[in-house]
């Protein structure tokens, strides 16, 4: 890719805002941890709509991936 060159995303602000609304909706009707979905077009896999909620937190997301590694090599490393 050039400088000249544009990126051109396929995702769609308003059906994203939709989704989110919905998704929102039922997540704290379900009492769900988080609910995450992706929307593609079948015919070609042009990603249209990619949401999340809770926002995804790269903060917590980085300590709890934290805590699993430390968990896992425990688990791997053990030396009983």
């Known amino acids: ?12 602000a308003n059906l ?9 909706q039922e997540c704290e009707k379900n009492k769900s941890e988080y609910i995450t979905a992706i ?5 070609n896999g042009d990603v249209l709509s990619m949401v999340q ?5 790269p903060i917590k997301g980085c300590k709890e991936f934290l805590k699993f590694e430390k ?10």
């Open 71 to 80: 968990k896992l090599n425990d688990i791997l490393y053990d030396e009983k």
């Open 39 to 43: 929307i593609m077009n079948p015919e």
């Open 53 to 57: 909620y809770p926002f995804y937190d």
């Open 1 to 12: 890719c050039s400088l000249k060159e544009s990126v051109i995303t396929t995702i769609d």
């Open 16 to 24: 994203s805002y939709k989704i989110f609304n919905l998704i929102k």
